[in-house]
Each structure stands twice: as C-alpha cells, then as structure tokens.
C-alpha cells in the first residue's frame, strides 16, 4: 500500500519546500523567529510573488497587471545580472517577504544622486498581513492579530535585511528610492533612522529587456550603525 502525500507536496511554497534551499543569511530575532533569505527561483518563486505584487497595495512595485509567468520573465532576465539580486524572505518556513539589492552605480539612481563607494541599493515588499502558508489550515502567517495587524512585524524583517547588507555583504550605506506618494513605505524607512532626501525623478528606462517608466521617488540613506539597537537580532 502506497503512502498518501499531503495535499501540498507537490507545490514550490508548500510547508518545508524552503528547507532543502541554502539560505545568503539566517537571522533568530528574539520575540520574532528566524528568517531566512533564500536566493529567488524564478520559477519556484514567481507564484508566491505574483500573489503579492498584484495586490493594490503593492501599486507601486510596478507589477500589477502582470501575469504570473510575467512575473517570473522579470525574475528570470534578473538573474542573468550580476548587479542586481532578489532574494525571498522565509520565516519559520513560510515566504513573508521579498529583498531586491542592486549595485547603484549600476542603476538609474545614479543619475540623481552621488554615489559612494559602500553603498548599496535596495528594495522591499512584505508578504500581506493575511498571507497564508499552504497546507497551515489558513492560519494567518502573521499570527492571529485582529485586522491583520502584525505588531514588529515590519521592523524585525527590516533588521534583518539591513544586517544582511551591512554585515554579511559588508556595505557601507543602504539606499531605497520608494515612490514619492508611496507613504507607508516612507514612514517604515524612517522609522527605521533612514535619512530622506527632496523629491528626485528616476528617468525612464527602455532598453531591449527592460522598460522602466520614469519614476518620482525619495531617496533614503541609512549608514552603518544608525539603526543598531532597534531591534534585538543575532546574524548566524
């Protein structure tokens, strides 16, 4: 007699698909859990991250009207670079978020701001407050807090990106360039000691691979030190 597979197994994000992945970085923090980040797999991943960026609430990824297989098309020309990486969040086994790093000298930020040597370039979007692991029953990945509400929930992951570039790639200063109008993203970056600078303009990017529509955003800094002690997180 043949054993019965959970429902799941088959599925790239069902519970313990991450597991066998090598993990860039792996983060406990106390109060939080541990968090893995996993290079992304285009094709594994694109599911997960379609069900985010097509969410209004991720309007200002750029990527709401793409289709999955889109989705991964974008991941997959992504991870033909070498300057520019994606990475997925896993904490205690399920996706909760997605870390873009980019080499600024190598993207259009560089035309609006000076670069440094040490710095480095990123970008994040969070899992939704009501994401799902598949096969938990629906658990809410968040915990069951009323209204979907995730209290450290932004800042914990936000350390453990931060000590990412900081620590493990050794950079000098992390930049974000979130869209001007974009206030939740905004708030978040200060919150987390990120200095903003006036409105710039992104130019448009169009190029045989890649169209990027010109972009109002702010550019934040954050050097190195500036936000220890925010949260209580040990690198492994």
């Known amino acids: 007699m043949s054993e019965e597979k959970p429902r799941d197994a088959g599925r790239p994000d ?50 709401n009207g793409l289709t999955e297989e889109q989705v991964g098309e974008v991941y997959a020309h992504l991870d033909t670079l070498d300057t520019h990486h994606a990475f997925l969040a896993v904490k205690d086994g399920g996706p909760v978020g997605l870390l873009q790093t980019y080499e600024p000298e190598a993207d259009r930020v560089s035309e609006c701001y000076a670069v440094e040597p040490g710095d480095i370039g990123i970008h994040v979007l969070l899992a939704p407050p009501g994401e799902t692991a598949p096969g938990t029953g629906g658990a809410e990945m968040a915990g ?51 200095v903003l600078g006036p409105p710039v303009t992104l130019p448009e990017i169009d190029l045989p691979d890649v169209y990027l529509p010109e972009k109002r955003a702010r550019l934040g800094f954050l050097r190195a030190g500036a936000g220890e002690g925010v949260t209580d997180g040990r690198a492994r």
């Open 144 to 194: 069951a807090w009323p209204g979907g509400r995730r209290p450290g929930w932004s800042r914990a992951l936000m350390s453990v990106f931060t000590t990412y570039a900081f620590t493990v790639l050794d950079r000098a200063r992390i930049v974000v360039d979130p869209d001007a109008r974009n206030a939740r993203a905004l708030a978040r970056f200060t919150a987390e000691g990120f």
């Open 14 to 63: 069902a519970p313990g698909a991450y597991a066998g992945r090598p993990a860039v970085h792996e983060q406990r923090i106390d109060g939080f859990g541990t968090v893995r980040l996993l290079r992304l797999d285009p094709v594994a991943d694109a599911g997960t991250v379609h069900r985010w960026v097509r969410e209004e609430r991720a309007v200002f990824w750029g990527m």
